[in-house]
């Protein structure tokens, strides 16, 4: 049975002396690839940049497309196109603070295929997301679909 590891690499410089002031943007690289972040501007970010709440959002969504990719391929179902309004909610009460739920709402448009069928494997997919999976946040689907 294989293992699958992922490595990323995070570099972040300056001063860290008040809280207030530090910056909070820092590079992340993963194979080959650089991606500068900061905090949520809500915490002393800056809002120009992606922060970590919006890449777990960005996962969620991403896993559940391929998933759903995967299963409606090996179904054959033709999938024409895939659009997703993905939001995360952490609320500030929370304890420890987290993103509580995440939300993701595709609009799918595909071939051949009844809503019914399209719903089991929008659910079939969400079973197998290995980021949803991953986590204790609650992750839901609610699509859109459209038949042509």
């Known amino acids: ?7 990323t690499g995070l570099v972040w410089a300056g001063e860290a002396r008040d809280y207030d002031t530090y910056s909070r943007a820092h590079d ?6 650089e991606l500068r972040l900061s905090a949520d501007a809500a915490f002393r970010g800056d ?3 992606p922060n970590p709440e919006q890449l777990l959002v960005a996962a969620a969504s991403s896993c559940q ?3 759903f990719l995967a299963v409606a391929a090996l179904s054959r ?6 659009r997703d309004r ?5 609320p500030d009460d929370a304890r420890p603070m987290r993103l509580t ?3 993701l709402r595709p609009h799918i448009v595909v071939s051949g295929a009844t809503v019914e069928r399209v719903e089991r494997l929008i659910h079939k997919a969400h079973e197998q997301c290995y980021i949803a999976n991953s986590l204790t946040t609650q992750v839901s689907v609610e699509p859109e679909i459209e038949v042509r």
């Open 1 to 7: 049975m294989a293992t699958h590891t992922y490595e």
């Open 28 to 33: 992340v690289t993963f194979g080959g690839n």
């Open 47 to 49: 809002s120009g940049l």
């Open 65 to 67: 497309l391929l998933s």
């Open 77 to 82: 179902v033709d999938v024409l196109e895939y």
């Open 86 to 90: 993905a939001e995360g909610s952490m």
């Open 101 to 103: 739920q995440i939300v």
